[in-house]
């Protein structure tokens, strides 16, 4: 059992410290730094949205796009709040009590 | 103290119980599929990626082969390349001992709520999220491990949807320009489509670093 974490723990650090020291130390080329920069924007709606509308189970995979499907409320709720700039904390506060109330009621 | 730390662990608090609820979620499934509760912490903390450890679980209990279980491990964390990628020029200032340990904290919450408050991310604000969601998701795993988990159903309270809904509200503050919107826009439907027909979190990978990459490409690098 220790050798397949030790295994796991190994695979996930090569995953993260290779990139973090090597680009940590020069001086980077503005095309770079644009990339860089656009990371973000496409691995956080790219972690985020699939959880909202893609919904995985033993049957596999489908699409969960109907309007009594409850994360979807939740994510039009955070949206609207995050646009206004609503403290992060009460955003979420939020958006997690829609889903639940609706699931409630679902 | 450098006040990006404390920052950095304000701005995680809207995480902190849903990670702490998965550990206990997490502790408790771990030990009911027959792992040593010293092993549960163990991997908690020596791999302290859940995504991977939910799925590790059980193919552990199925007597799953131990390579199977590695390379599953690795697909599904590829995700960090783009997030030490993104971090890296943040720790130029540090020292080379240090990043070593920074990386093994690499994890998604940190990595929105660093990039959300500053472009190019405050290492100490990474630094002080990290240190919250490690906190949170090991105390979480402590108790889950003897008491099982302590919520049967976190769906049930909503809970599941505090992630997408951190990930969704950190993206909103970037989005600056009519570009950004674009590039969020096209990663979104990417990762939809690939994550019908691939499992884990390819979605992630490969729309993050399709969409990203092309965008560099065609944007102009004054947009950096």
Do not use: K
């Not at chain 2, 909503?158 to 590039?183: H, I």
């Amino acid at each position: 059992m220790w050798l397949v974490i030790a295994g796991m723990a190994v695979a996930t650090y090569l995953t993260r410290a290779p990139l973090l020291l090597a680009l940590a130390r020069r001086p980077l080329p503005p095309r770079l730094r644009l990339w860089l920069r656009l990371i973000p924007l496409a691995v956080l709606p790219a972690l985020a949205v699939p959880m909202i509308l893609v919904t995985r189970d033993a049957g596999g995979a489908r699409l969960a796009a109907s309007l009594g499907h409850p994360p979807l409320w939740g994510a039009v709720v955070v949206l609207a709040l995050a646009a206004r700039r609503v403290n992060l904390l009460v955003t979420v506060g939020v958006g997690v009590a829609v889903v639940a109330i609706l699931r409630a009621l679902g | 103290m450098p006040s990006g730390v404390r920052e950095g662990i304000i701005a995680s608090l809207a995480l902190v119980p849903s990670v702490f609820v998965y550990g206990t979620v997490f502790g408790g499934l771990a030990v009911q599929a027959g792992l040593q509760p010293l092993e549960v912490l163990g991997m908690s903390i020596f791999v302290f990626a859940g995504a991977s450890q939910f799925v590790a679980v059980p193919m552990l209990a199925a007597g799953a082969p131990a390579l199977a279980i590695i390379v599953t491990t690795y697909v599904i964390n590829m995700r960090h390349y783009l997030m030490a990628a993104t971090l890296a020029p943040s720790f130029r200032a540090f020292p080379r001992r240090w990043l070593t340990l920074v990386a093994h904290v690499i994890n998604d919450e940190s990595f929105a709520v660093a990039v959300s408050r500053r472009n190019p991310p405050d290492p100490w604000v990474f630094i002080g999220s990290a240190a919250a969601v490690f906190s949170a998701f090991l105390a979480g795993v402590s108790v889950g491990t003897p008491l099982g988990g302590l919520v049967a159903d976190p769906a049930r309270w909503g809970l599941d949807f505090a992630f997408p809904a951190v990930f969704l509200a950190l993206v909103a503050l970037q989005l600056r320009r009519r570009a950004d919107w674009l590039v969020a826009f096209v990663a979104a439907v990417a990762a939809v489509a690939v994550a019908l027909v691939l499992p884990g979190t390819w979605h992630v990978v490969i729309a993050g670093s399709v969409v990203s990459t092309a965008a560099a490409f065609v944007l102009s690098p004054q947009d950096a």
